[in-house]
């Protein structure tokens, strides 16, 4: 944790100014609006820097939910930093409806790098409707799962289908780096789950939500192909394909409404 906190982790110091928002809320403006006299829950909220900027847009309230004690002080030593009203529940995110109750909450909130710690989509989904009043919604973007699926980047610069696009049990990794910054990590082995984009639509059906949005993305909010990639010429913090940028998506973004009728699930 002290990496993603120090100073090639996240902009933290930046949220001494009021008006701040992190890149990824900034990038979800035009989907999420102003979220004036809402209810709202960001699940898997790490260390609440998208937290703190959900709660300047106007919310009635704003909940961050996390598995991590120590993501959470930093959330809350965040929060305290930025005066913001956010209150942070550590639950793991299986348990979310337990920890805050069902029905509370006009929007759900998961941002780039929840999805791939999930092993079951189908639980998840349940999870957010459950979470979800009636005419309520979900924003999410997501690391794509073809980008999960593609191996480490190549001398030759093909990018290349390795790992399962499907959900499976899992895939282990080792890394030694992490995305928000370079060093040792506590515990390099890890476990990613891929989903793809009809399980991940599936399940929100079958748990009673409406997609009412799907959109794909050239832009990532992290390097994750070396320099196969180069910063977006059009969004600050993203990152694009050097080369034929059409080639694939990068990240997605899914809205989603749960239905008014208590019949609809």
Same mark, same amino acid.
Request: charged share 25%.
């Given at each position: 944790?002290?990496?993603?906190?120090?100073?090639?982790?996240?902009?933290?110091?930046?949220?001494?100014?009021?008006?701040?928002?992190? $890149?990824?809320?900034?990038?979800?403006?035009?989907?999420?609006?102003?979220?004036?006299?809402?209810?709202?829950?960001?699940?898997?909220?790490?260390?609440?820097?998208?937290?703190?900027?959900?709660?300047?847009?106007?919310?009635?309230?704003?909940?961050?939910?996390?598995?991590?004690?120590?993501?959470?002080?930093? $959330?809350?030593?965040?929060?305290?930093?930025?005066? $913001?009203?956010?209150?942070?529940?550590?639950?793991?995110?299986?348990?979310?409806?337990?920890?805050?109750?069902?029905?509370?909450?006009?929007?759900?909130?998961?941002?780039?790098?929840?999805?791939?710690?999930?092993?079951?989509?189908?639980?998840?989904?349940?999870?957010?409707?459950?979470?979800?009043?009636?005419?309520?919604?979900?924003?999410?973007?997501?690391?794509?799962?073809?980008?999960?699926?593609?191996?480490?980047?190549?001398?030759?610069?093909?990018?290349?289908?390795?790992?399962?696009?499907?959900?499976?049990?899992?895939?282990?990794?080792?890394?030694?780096?992490?995305?928000?910054?370079?060093?040792?990590?506590?515990?390099?082995?890890?476990?990613?789950?891929?989903?793809?984009?009809?399980?991940?639509?599936?399940?929100?059906?079958?748990?009673?939500?409406?997609?009412?949005?799907?959109?794909?993305?050239?832009?990532?909010?992290?390097?994750?192909?070396?320099?196969?990639?180069?910063?977006?010429?059009?969004?600050?913090?993203?990152?694009?394909?050097?080369?034929?940028?059409?080639?694939?998506?990068?990240?997605?973004?899914?809205?989603?409404?749960?239905?008014?009728?208590?019949?609809?699930?």
């Amino acid at each position: 944790m002290p990496l993603h906190t120090g100073p090639e982790g996240y902009d933290v110091g930046s949220f001494d100014d009021p008006g701040f928002l992190s $890149a990824e809320v900034r990038y979800d403006l035009p989907r999420l609006g102003q979220l004036d006299g809402l209810d709202v829950v960001h699940l898997q909220c790490h260390i609440g820097t998208d937290t703190v900027s959900l709660s300047r847009l106007g919310p009635r309230s704003t909940v961050g939910l996390d598995f991590s004690p120590a993501a959470l002080r930093a $959330a809350r030593e965040l929060a305290v930093r930025a005066r $913001a009203d956010i209150g942070f529940v550590e639950a793991d995110v299986y348990d979310a409806v337990h920890a805050l109750g069902a029905d509370g909450f006009d929007l759900v909130y998961t941002g780039i790098g929840a999805l791939c710690w999930i092993p079951c989509v189908r639980r998840w989904a349940d999870v957010v409707a459950s979470l979800l009043r009636p005419g309520g919604r979900l924003c999410m973007r997501e690391g794509h799962p073809v980008l999960w699926s593609l191996s480490d980047p190549r001398p030759d610069g093909l990018l290349v289908i390795e790992y399962p696009y499907f959900e499976t049990e899992g895939t282990l990794f080792i890394e030694q780096d992490t995305y928000a910054g370079t060093g040792s990590v506590a515990s390099p082995q890890i476990i990613h789950f891929n989903h793809g984009l009809g399980e991940i639509f599936t399940a929100l059906i079958d748990a009673g939500l409406v997609v009412t949005a799907l959109e794909e993305h050239r832009e990532v909010p992290w390097n994750p192909l070396g320099d196969a990639m180069i910063p977006s010429p059009d969004f600050d913090g993203e990152f694009i394909l050097a080369r034929d940028r059409d080639r694939i998506p990068l990240t997605y973004t899914v809205e989603a409404v749960k239905r008014e009728t208590a019949g609809g699930r």
